[in-house]
């Protein structure tokens, strides 16, 4: 049980660690060449499933990886919006955020399929 938790807990600050490293880059990149405001929340939502992705292929482990893949792509939409909020001092939830947790449940839930499947070399 303890190990699984902390696996869900690695998998969570992994994918927002991910998260704001790409949203920092992309606001370098915007800032560079003048993107239109238009791509941005496509490109934000790629890259919060790129996040989620990677937090669950590296630490999520062992079995019941479909469980523990759900927990951590609620609990990283969850954190990275409550940061992002933060750093807007904007908290305003709407139709999308409920899309954005169906989407981190099913990036983490393949992500964890995925991880718990893949045989640990070395």
Known sequence: ????VLQVLKAVFA???????FVLIFTVIIQLF???LEVVKPVNQVFK????AAGGLIFIRGEKGLLKGV??????VVVTFLIFSLISMSFSLSWLFIVELFVGAAAGAISG?????????A
Not at 71 to 76: L, N, P, Q, R, T
């Open 15 to 21: 994918a927002v660690l991910f998260s704001l490293v």
């Open 71 to 76: 927990i951590h792509g609620v609990a990283s």
């Open 34 to 36: 003048s993107l239109p």
């Open 49 to 52: 499933i790129i996040s989620i």
């Open 1 to 4: 049980m303890r190990t699984n």
């Open 113 to 121: 399929v995925i991880a718990v499947n893949i045989k640990k070399t």
